[in-house]
């Protein structure tokens, strides 16, 4: 049975810094590319980073470009997102998914795996 269990988050103000994190278990974590969403409140999810081949390749949102980091520690079959120059408009609650390689890591669609997701809250 496959679980993805995310830890971290919380309340930060504008500007700094915060990093969550989601240990895979039931699947064999460097076939997957894994993934990280975000939904604010009435808004649809969002792709926010992806990572593959144990973190050989990476993609981003534009809107948090040079400002997060996707990584991860396949002997923990962990992923973390280390997020910096945090907004406002970065909150919304996180989720960390696993997904299929070679189809489009933007696509939340090619996800299969998700975890319960994690709140992060940005103040101003």
């Known amino acids: 049975q496959v679980q993805l269990v995310e830890s971290g988050g919380g309340l930060v103000q504008a500007g700094g810094s915060l990093s969550v994190s989601c240990a895979a278990s039931?699947?064999?974590?460097?076939?997957?590319?894994m993934g990280w969403f975000r939904q604010a409140p009435g808004k649809e999810r969002e792709f926010v980073a992806a990572?593959?081949?144990?973190?050989?390749?990476?993609y981003y949102v534009d809107s948090v470009k040079g400002r997060f980091t996707i990584s991860s520690d396949d002997a923990k079959n962990t992923v973390y997102l280390q997020m910096n120059s945090l907004k406002p408009e970065d909150t919304a609650v996180y989720y960390c998914a696993a997904g299929q390689l070679g189809k489009d890591s933007s696509d939340y669609a090619n996800y299969a795996y998700w975890g319960q997701g994690t709140q992060v809250t940005v103040s101003s």
């Open positions: 039931g699947l064999t974590f460097s076939r997957y590319v």
């Open positions: 990572l593959g081949w144990s973190g050989r390749w990476t």
